[in-house]
T-cell receptor, first 114, second 111 residues
Framework: DAGITQSPRHKVTETGTPVTLRCHQTENHRYMYWYRQDPGHGLRLIHYSYGVKDTDKGEVSDGYSVSRSKTEDFLLTLESATSSQTSVYFC?????????????FGEGSRLTVL | GQNIDQPTEMTATEGAIVQINCTYQTSGFNGLFWYQQHAGEAPTFLSYNVLDGLEEKGRFSSFLSRSKGYSYLLLKELQMKDSASYLCAGPFGNRDDKIIFGKGTRLHILP
């Protein structure tokens, strides 16, 4: 267990409302990632962070913003949720200093936008 | 490029061997990863290849050919619990830290 938790685990919201998902880790890992997973598309990278206040875009970053003001928390915000953002969102941390691709995933957050 | 391709679905029989292929564009490549994901669960790390050749880990082995942009995951002595999706992924970007996944291969095991 790499000490990673996501919240909320489930959320139903309406189109146009803001939503923030939180990823929290307890082991001071440098890299943190946000992915979404949809049938037929697999896991797609939204944004990731390589340190406090250091973030970069992934494959599907439009409509999402992130913030990392401290090592343990990586927040994903949907400023104005749309139905196309209904998905399962996974946070992941890189647990190997020399091999960033060995990721440990949180349990996922299921978001439904009505 | 960041294209990673793998078959959508495969079916195999309990006790048999199955090979799941993954191809990728070789530009900017630095290692390839395999993950397993059971339905309704998060992905879990299986293996990492950075050099050419076969890496064996129990019933699972992973192979890489960097010149051909090709990898495969080999599962031996298949068990029903191996029914899952298998995802290959690679590191891209200037820092090799942008971890991009293929769409995954759903493996069905028949008794």
């Amino acid at each position: 267990d790499a000490g990673i938790t996501q919240s909320p685990r489930h959320k139903v919201t309406e189109t146009g409302t803001p939503v923030t998902l939180r990823c929290h880790q307890t082991e001071n890992h440098r890299y943190m990632y946000w992915y979404r997973q949809d049938p037929g598309h697999g896991l797609r990278l939204i944004h990731y962070s390589y340190g406090v206040k250091d973030t970069d875009k992934g494959e599907v970053s439009d409509g999402y913003s992130v913030s990392r003001s401290k090592t343990e928390d990586f927040l994903l915000t949907l400023e104005s949720a749309t139905s196309s953002q209904t998905s399962v969102y996974f946070c992941a941390i890189s647990v190997d200093r020399t091999n960033t691709g060995e990721l440990f995933f949180g349990e996922g957050s299921r978001l439904t936008v009505l | 490029g960041q294209n990673i391709d793998q078959p959508t679905e495969m079916t195999a029989t309990e006790g048999a061997i199955v090979q799941i292929n993954c191809t990728y564009q070789t530009s900017g490549f630095n290692g390839l990863f395999w993950y397993q994901q059971h339905a309704g669960e998060a992905p879990t790390f299986l293996s990492y290849n950075v050099l050419d050749g076969l890496e064996e880990k129990g019933r699972f082995s992973s192979f890489l050919s960097r010149s051909k942009g090709y990898s495969y995951l080999l599962l031996k002595e298949l068990q029903m619990k191996d029914s899952a999706s298998y995802l290959c992924a690679g590191p891209f970007g200037n820092r090799d830290d942008k971890i991009i996944f293929g769409k995954g291969t759903r493996l069905h095991i028949l008794p």
